[in-house]
């Protein structure tokens, strides 16, 4: 097995969104993803490491990758298809209802990493991509990005549909539980903080929530969650200029100060050091 060690970061997008096709090309060193990636390879051989796991390739897959996953294709590796990148930020102008198929997707990728594609799912989604690299390798236009936020929905859905096929297929209840937890969590994280919250929705108690989600992810319940609220409030910091009081109202926070204890407990840094040091890598 490959050893992953000191990988770099990924380099910056423009818009926070691209796509491009893959053909045959060099080795990738060691990279943490500062973008979600979508690989769909139409033919491929060789290996692709994600995290500490090998992936054989072998053509007519879909590689799902979240921000933060370190990334490494094998020297002999050979492939055609599509590789498309976006941000957060890029995905906020798709329309909510979208927003659990990403959850489901990206928020726990390790469980979809790679998924087998028939026939008919091919089919399907082959001409979007081939659409969506068309639209993005136009002049820039009024508007264009709302265009291809448009598409990557159409895509992600599609490809949510393809993936709760597989789970139908072979999931435990308990796994089914957890992604509902995920997809609750997605949409409810800006007002529901404790465990108990979605345990309720869910009919179950907290204590056999959080021991499922230890099962199905590795952390519990409130780490999930908690890893959800600071997503968002990175994003808010990183790519927003409104107040820290503000953020933190908006997630649902008493006062900013409980805010603020909460993002150093979880961050290492205050929400204004973190602003200020993302702001300084840019310069």
Known sequence: MMVITSPNTETAIDNTFSIRPLAGEPATD????????????LEGT????????????????????????????????QWSGYLLSFADCFWERT????????????????????????AEDRHSLLPLFQTIQQ????????????????YLKIIMIK????????????????????????ELVSEHYHTLHEVADYAGKLHITPRRLSDLC???????????????????????????????KEIAYQLNFTTPEQFSHFFKKNVNSSPSDYRSAFINQGK
């Open 30 to 41: 060691n990279c943490r993803l500062v973008y979600h990636r979508i690989i769909y390879v």
């Open 46 to 77: 060789g290996n692709l490491q994600i995290d500490d796991q090998s992936f054989p390739v072998n053509g007519q897959q879909l590689y799902l990758i979240a921000r933060g996953q370190v990334y490494r294709e094998s020297p002999g590796l």
């Open 95 to 118: 329309p909510a209802s979208a927003n659990n198929c990403k959850a489901v997707l990206f928020n726990n990728a390790a469980d979809n990493q790679c998924l087998p594609l028939a």
């Open 135 to 150: 639209e993005a390798a136009q002049a820039s236009y009024i508007n264009q990005l709302d265009v291809l936020a448009a």
């Open 159 to 182: 490809i949510a549909n393809i993936n709760a096929a597989l789970v139908n297929a072979y999931d435990t209840a308990d796994k089914q539980l957890y992604r509902q937890f995920v």
């Open 214 to 244: 230890r099962r199905c992810a590795g952390r519990g319940a409130k780490d999930i969650i908690n890893g959800q609220l600071i997503a968002a409030a990175k994003r808010h910091l990183q790519f927003s200029s409104i107040a820290v």
